[in-house]
């Protein structure tokens, strides 16, 4: 079984603040999706990272992939209450039909 | 939009009783999962569809039957529900492997 680790579980941050999200996994990936999940919504798609040590770029969020595709973070640059959500990492498992999730990093940005 | 709809979106029912939750799509997408998402267990898949009348459990299947008679339809049943199946429901579509759009999620409460 293919796990994914995301930490940390809750970040509580003041608005302008910056911040990193980790998902792991001891397991290799051929690609990670992150979603991002406003509450009283389904999560929807940021970004898919497929190359080791892609770096993708979304405004003020920062995707990297690992160089041996086992791990992805997110970094966002001075963060907003608009940010505020649930991000979700998300992997292919083997077989290809369905996606592997992490449990999420709940993230609070106050102003 | 993904063109992806839950019906109903919020339902009280008591124990025991049988529910039949609607996932509804307009995007002709072979794939079609449910999921269950609870606090400190993230999103947990239930069953999956990867075909009309095709379909294959997920971890957490035990209680819940699907069934997929048309390419847009793909329904969830809890046969007898009980106080733990309490949870947001959200289906899913996409292309194996690929990014699954989410629906808006139906919120069930067994009492």
């Known amino acids: 079984t293919q796990l994914l680790e995301q930490s940390p579980q809750f970040l509580s941050i003041q608005e302008g603040e910056n911040l990193t999200v980790y998902c792991n996994s001891s397991s290799v990936f051929s690609s990670l999706q992150w979603y991002r999940q406003e509450p009283g919504e389904g999560p929807v798609l940021l970004v898919t990272v497929v190359t080791g040590g892609e770096v993708k770029k979304l405004k003020r969020l920062t995707f990297q992939f690992g160089d041996a595709r086992k791990d992805s973070s997110l970094h966002i640059t001075a963060a907003q209450p608009g940010d505020t959500g649930l991000y979700l990492c998300?992997?292919?498992?083997?077989?290809?039909?369905?996606?592997?999730f992490g449990e999420g990093t709940q993230l609070t940005v106050n102003p | 939009d993904a063109g992806i709809t839950q019906s109903p979106r919020h339902k009280v029912t008591e124990t025991g009783t049988p529910v039949t939750l609607r996932c509804h799509q307009t995007?002709?997408?072979?794939?079609m999962y449910w999921y269950r998402q609870d606090p400190g267990h993230g999103l947990r898949l239930i069953h999956y569809?990867?075909?009309?009348?095709?379909?294959d459990k997920g971890e957490v299947s035990d209680g819940y039957s699907v069934s997929r008679s048309k390419t847009e339809d793909f329904l969830l049943t809890l046969e007898s529900a009980t106080s733990s199946q309490t949870s947001v429901y959200f289906c899913?579509?996409?292309?194996?492997?690929?990014?699954?759009?989410f629906g808006p999620g139906t919120r069930l409460t067994v009492l």
């Open positions: 998300a992997g292919p498992e083997t077989s290809g039909s369905r996606l592997t």
């Open positions: 569809s990867y075909g009309v009348k095709d379909t």
């Open positions: 899913a579509i996409g292309r194996r492997g690929d990014t699954q759009y």
């Open positions: 995007e002709n997408h072979r794939y």
